[in-house]
């Protein structure tokens, strides 16, 4: 990882990373149709980018998905 990045800075800043959280949080819910994947990517990559410098992965939370009964496989494919 380039400490020097954008994703370097706030690994090392979770506070200001949960801060950018909320801020994609509010821009998802006030997003247009057209505009939901952008904004859900955002999202979703900032929560990233938070687990990572707290020191969780994907797999973790998959581990404590499949403890309260819930996959990713399964919530990946719950629309179909």
């Given at each position: ?19 950018k959280i ?50 990713l496989k ?7």
């Amino acid at each position: 990882m380039n400490t020097n990045s954008y994703t370097g800075y706030m690994q090392r800043n979770s506070q200001l990373v949960l801060t950018k959280i909320m801020e994609e949080y509010w821009e998802l819910v006030a997003a247009s149709e057209n505009n939901k994947i952008y904004e859900c990517s955002d999202l979703f990559v900032h929560i990233l980018i938070y687990l990572n410098s707290i020191g969780l992965s994907l797999e973790d939370i998959s581990n404590e998905l499949n403890k309260r009964r819930w996959t990713l496989k399964t919530l990946i494919q719950f629309d179909k």
